[in-house]
């Protein structure tokens, strides 16, 4: 089964990027999605499969998957940004989903 | 607008039981499968169980298989889950979410239901 590893945190100055890891084994033959959670709110899907982006997130928001890391990258970070962001996939094997620990994305 | 609600948390004694429910609005609930997932009070997301949209394909975590069941009606746009044998560490926002992507990625998430085991 999958265990997706994901920093605590990640801290980044506004204007800056940031990028976020999720590591497993060979998850670049995995679809990856990602999720922001702010304080208090539901998630929020904001990459799908590796690296597309539902309609109304900002293209700022991308993602990557190649071999043993998925990376979510947000350019010129925005105090708005500050949230837990989440990692996901479906191990179809199992037929679960798993997810990862998730990351604190600090807007310094 | 699309909508999840949850409703049906609350406090319950160890081994008691309690039924979630997740009622939808303004999407095509038919074509989407649906999945309660929960988050323990300062914790992380954790995946707990799935329905497909037919409501064929069911799926839970080991940790809470034989004590929750997951059931749809797709007349009624809601998807339920019944809970039995409620442990502490069941304790969590319980929320449902769905989608239709193929690689079951989850667009739609209601705001939450809390329960508490104590």
């Known amino acids: 089964s999958y265990v997706l590893t994901q920093p605590p945190s990640v801290s980044v100055a506004p204007g800056q990027t940031a990028r976020i890891p999720c590591e497993e084994h060979?998850?670049?033959?995995?679809?990856v999605h990602w999720y922001q959670q702010k304080p208090g709110q539901a998630p929020v899907l904001v990459v799908y499969?590796?690296?597309d982006r539902p309609s109304g997130i900002p293209e700022r928001f991308s993602g990557s998957n190649s071999g043993n890391t998925a990376t979510l990258t947000i350019s010129r970070v925005e105090a708005g940004d500050e949230a837990d962001f989440y990692c996901?996939?479906?191990?179809?094997?199992?037929?679960?989903?798993?997810f990862g620990g998730g990351t604190k994305l600090t807007v310094l | 607008q699309v909508q999840l609600v949850e409703s049906g948390g609350t406090l319950v004694k160890p081994g008691g039981s309690l039924r979630l429910s997740c009622a939808a609005s303004?999407?095509?609930?038919?074509?989407?499968?649906m999945s309660w997932i929960r988050q323990a009070p300062g914790k992380g997301l954790e995946w707990v169980s799935f329905?497909?949209?037919?409501?064929?394909?069911?799926y839970y975590r080991d940790s809470v298989k034989g004590r929750f069941a997951i059931s749809r009606d797709n007349a009624k746009n809601s998807v339920y889950l019944q809970m039995k044998g409620l442990r502490a560490e069941d304790t969590a926002v319980y929320y449902c979410?769905?989608?239709?992507?193929?690689?079951?990625?989850?667009?739609?998430w209601g705001q939450g239901t809390m329960v508490t085991v104590s």
């Open positions: 979410a769905g989608g239709k992507r193929l690689r079951k990625a989850f667009d739609i």
């Open positions: 303004g999407f095509s609930f038919s074509d989407n499968y």
């Open positions: 329905i497909g949209a037919d409501g064929i394909s069911i």
């Open positions: 060979n998850i670049g033959i995995k679809s």
């Open positions: 499969d590796d690296d």
């Open positions: 996901q996939l479906w191990d179809v094997g199992s037929d679960h989903w798993v």
